[in-house]
């Protein structure tokens, strides 16, 4: 399991360590793609499913399928990491997460999110202030599914 938060630094060859307790979890091949809230999503390569999660099953047909999957698949890219545990953070992958130099990664279950450490400070603030109206929107989808059924 994934949990927890790590800070890291991107360094002079754009390379960044993955912290080892998530190493350990993932193993040395991953994929990397756009997350949401100009995040970045890292997910073993055994895992890469956890990305399509609500996709599939869904019919090609549908645009929000095709879009989805255009975001996180299109997206994606297989990183293998070195000796050191480092791997290369793609530019165009950099530049869409706004990440600098300071690098938080999250670590969400099955998969972990990585941050510029700026964008997660602000990003974190906001989340903080609003989680007790978050939990409650979540709680009360959850009730309308149970009167649905």
């Known amino acids: 399991m994934l949990i927890g938060q790590y800070e890291g630094r991107l360094g002079a060859k754009n390379r960044i360590a993955l912290p080892?307790?998530?190493?350990?979890?993932?193993?040395?091949?991953?994929?990397?793609?756009?997350?949401?809230?100009n995040s970045l999503i890292v997910v073993s390569e055994k895992g890469w499913k956890a990305l399509l999660e609500g996709t599939e099953?869904?019919?090609?047909?549908?645009?929000?399928?095709?879009?989805?999957q255009r975001?996180?698949?299109?997206?994606?890219?297989?990183?293998?990491?070195?000796?050191k545990g480092r791997f290369i953070i793609p530019s165009y992958l950099r530049d869409f997460a706004k990440i600098k130099t300071d690098v938080v990664f999250l670590g969400l279950f099955r998969y972990i999110e990585i941050w510029?450490?700026?964008?997660?400070?602000?990003?974190?603030?906001?989340?903080?202030?609003?989680?007790?109206?978050?939990?409650q929107r979540l709680v009360g989808e959850k009730n309308e599914k149970k009167a649905d059924e």
């Open 71 to 83: 975001f996180l698949l299109g997206g994606a890219s297989n990183v293998e990491l070195d000796s």
């Open 116 to 135: 510029d450490k700026d964008e997660w400070a602000q990003y974190r603030q906001n989340l903080e202030k609003n989680i007790d109206r978050i939990s």
């Open 20 to 37: 080892k307790k998530f190493r350990d979890v993932l193993g040395d091949k991953l994929i990397i793609t756009l997350g949401y809230e």
């Open 57 to 68: 099953g869904k019919p090609f047909i549908q645009s929000e399928t095709r879009e989805t």
